[in-house]
C-alpha cells in the first residue's frame, strides 16, 4: 500500500503571461491565489493568498513587488501591509498571514499544487 499523498497540480498559465515583478490572479479549486514572477531569485514564481485580511479585499495580485532585507514581499495596495512571497506572513501584524503555495515551472508553464 502507497501512504504517500499525492498533491494535485494546477497549471496557471505560461510563465511569459506574467510580467516580471508583478502578480496577477488565478482562480484554483474555487479559491483565488495571487502568482508572482520574480525574476533573478532563485525561486523566480511564487503564489500566496489573494485576499487581504487588512482590507477584506481580493487585491493582494495587484500589490507592489519589492524587498524588506532578505525578504521579497508584495506590498497589498490599500493599507500597504507586506506579505512575504515565500511564507505569506504579514511582516507588520503575523497573526494576518496569508497561505503561501508550491509552485514550480515546468514546459514554460507555471504550476500550483493546492
Known sequence: MNNRIEENW???CELDDIVPDTGVCALIKGAQVAVFHVPGDAETVYAIDNFDPHSQAAVLSRGIVGSIGERIVVASPIYKQHFDLRTG??????E???N???VKVA???VWIAA
Request: some cysteine.
Open 107 to 109: 514546459g514554460g508553464k
Open 100 to 102: 503561501a503555495y508550491r
Open 89 to 94: 506572513e504579514c511582516v507588520e501584524a503575523p
Open 96 to 98: 494576518q498571514s496569508v
Open 10 to 12: 494546477t497549471a496557471v
